[in-house]
């Protein structure tokens, strides 16, 4: 869990702010396309457990700075290998992501305003939301495979009940991106939206789902994770087991190295 000292005024990588019973948390590195770095993954998590039991939220928006959602994670932070040459926990010590975990845990109804690129994790986070709304410049891709790895638990529990298992492994498997358009024709996103109408409406439908008896909609969501298949947490131990065990390959190094090379990767099976 992030640093329990963490609090919305001390953030520098999300803001969060409440208004009319709705909690909005907005990335804020636009200049890194909000990738996220170990900071802002700390006030990530720390932002939905903030909401999770702040009295003035009922509801709560995610969304980017424009012009980007999210981009996955912070690649050249990656590459200065604070993450691969980190110390590999033991299988006892295996948790699902932190921060995933915050997201899917809150309490409140939680959507997704898809102001741009989602890729990487910046899908996953978008997946952990009850409702997705995009805006025609939304794209959404799980590029993990291309990087030498597996997705996080978004990927594994929540895209298959949404798209179906076979679109849910195309997805998957190729990390092939998809626009707003297609998001809406297989069931991932409700609506596409004109650009700059995303905000108002995501809002506008935050505020009347606030305006509903907070607990009935509290055992309202609780009632629809009971009914997703399998446990997420045991789900992301797995994932993140694998991918701290593929962050040691050779083919993650060329993954990231060939991405930031801007050239076609050249992978060897190590």
Known sequence: MADAAIHPRDFTCVIYKTSGGVATITLNRPERRNALNRRAYDEVEAAF?????????????VTGADP????GEDV?????????????????????TPAAMAAIDCSKPVIAAVNGPAVGWGME??????????????????????????????????????????????LLYTGDPIDGTEAARI????????HGELMAR?????ERIAANPPLALIAMKEGLRRATPGDPNEIGA???????RLFGTEDHREGVKSFLEKRAPVFVGR
Do not use: H
């Not at 980190?86 to 295996?94: D, F």
């Not at 709304?133 to 990927?155: P, Q």
């Open 68 to 71: 980007t959602f999210c981009a």
């Open 238 to 244: 797995w994932a993140i087991e694998n991918i701290f």
């Open 125 to 170: 986070l978008a997946l952990y939301a009850d409702i997705r709304l995009a805006s025609e410049k939304a794209v959404f891709a799980e590029l993990f495979i291309k990087r030498g790895l597996i997705c996080d638990v978004g990927g594994l529990w929540k895209l298959p009940s949404l798209v179906g298992p076979a679109k849910a492994a195309e």
């Open 76 to 96: 050249k932070e990656m590459m200065t290998g604070e993450v691969s040459d980190a110390p590999r926990p033991t299988r006892t010590e295996y948790k699902a």
């Open 202 to 206: 995501a809002m506008g439908m935050a």
């Open 187 to 194: 069931g991932l996103v409700s609506q596409v939206l004109p």
């Open 49 to 61: 457990r903030f909401a999770d039991t702040d009295p003035e939220a009922r509801c709560v928006v």
